[in-house]
């Protein structure tokens, strides 16, 4: 099986933000490979997979590298099936855990309430945001957060992520314009208002959530790890109690992510492709690329 990596913009190697994965699977006895990632957003396939051999027989990839749009991850899909390799995530199966409201029904009754709207046209006057108010009536006024299908923007919380109070409308519209303007050419599919939830915070880090982050593949645990770094001897999820959400999940290889609710129970924060999706610094490295070489045997 290979794993492909991002390549690096200026040298033949893989991206340095990657090359210690690409040791570990190395040492894992995975084949590791590279695209360039910036000719595959040019849309330019044949660019971006120059490194890559032709197969002579069907041989299984993986994808471990830098976010990519739908239509992008389905170009690469196709263009390594031309070469006669097949990646372990199907491109429908990419965007089921990659965008929120594709996996929101199955894991609405252990995640934050929510309300997915289209972005309106415009959103000059009050009178464009009529549709993102009556969807937020659900919430009364309790605080939100706002994300579009795949990112949020927590680095600009005040400006464009924390709304107070979902039944202040100025505030609602304020936060919402600084969101989509920020989001640029970046975002992605719609508008969602999460209910914002106290979670416990981290025992080595106060400042951040307890939150964990386990990578499934198949829909069993393949590695569970502790968002943000430090030690934190808390209590970890329950994840025996979330075996029916990871088998409802439709792909192979997904994240999800947890966190406890302050005097109340363990939650599913979101859902992220296993490709895309970062590997804290508590996970071993090593042990995560044996452990995913074991399970695919």
């Not at 330019?44 to 990839?61: D, E, G, K, S, W």
């Not at 199966?93 to 409201?101: D, K, Q, V």
């Not at 009364?140 to 107070?164: G, Q, T």
Request: net charge negative; aromatic share 10%; with cysteine.
């Amino acid at each position: 099986m290979h794993i492909i990596f991002p390549k690096h913009p200026l040298e033949k190697a893989i991206d340095l933000d990657f090359q210690k994965e690409a040791a570990a699977a190395k040492r894992a006895d995975f084949k590791t490979a590279y695209i360039d990632i910036e000719s595959l957003e040019a849309g330019n396939i044949v660019q971006a997979l120059r490194a890559i051999p032709q197969q002579t027989n069907t041989t299984l990839a993986l994808y471990r590298g830098w976010m990519l749009r739908t239509q992008e991850y389905a170009l690469l899909s196709s263009g390594l099936s031309g070469k006669n390799i097949k990646l372990l995530t199907k491109p429908e199966e990419y965007e089921n855990a990659h965008h929120l409201p594709n996996t929101y029904d199955l894991l609405k009754h252990v995640s934050p309430k929510a309300a997915i709207v289209d972005l309106p046209a415009k959103l000059n006057t009050n009178n464009d945001f009529t549709s993102i108010h009556n969807a937020l009536l659900v919430f009364n006024s309790k605080p939100l957060v706002i994300k579009d299908f795949v990112k949020s923007r927590k680095h600009d919380w005040e400006n464009a992520c924390f709304i107070r109070e979902a039944n202040d409308q100025q505030e609602v519209e304020r936060v919402t314009r600084n969101f989509v303007r920020g989001q640029g050419t970046t975002f992605t599919g719609g508008l969602v208002y999460r209910e914002w939830l106290p979670l416990e915070k981290s025992l080595a880090q106060i400042s951040e959530a307890r939150e964990f982050r386990a990578f499934i593949l198949y829909g069993k645990v393949l590695c569970l790890g502790q968002r943000h770094t430090g030690v934190d001897l808390g209590e970890q999820p329950p994840i025996n109690q979330f075996a029916g959400e990871l088998q409802s999940i439709p792909s192979p290889f997904f994240t999800i992510d947890f966190a406890k609710v302050v005097d109340g129970p363990w939650i599913v924060i979101e859902i992220g492709d296993g490709a895309v999706s970062e590997i804290p610094e508590s996970i071993n490295l090593q042990e995560f690329y044996h452990r995913l070489a074991e399970s695919l045997s």
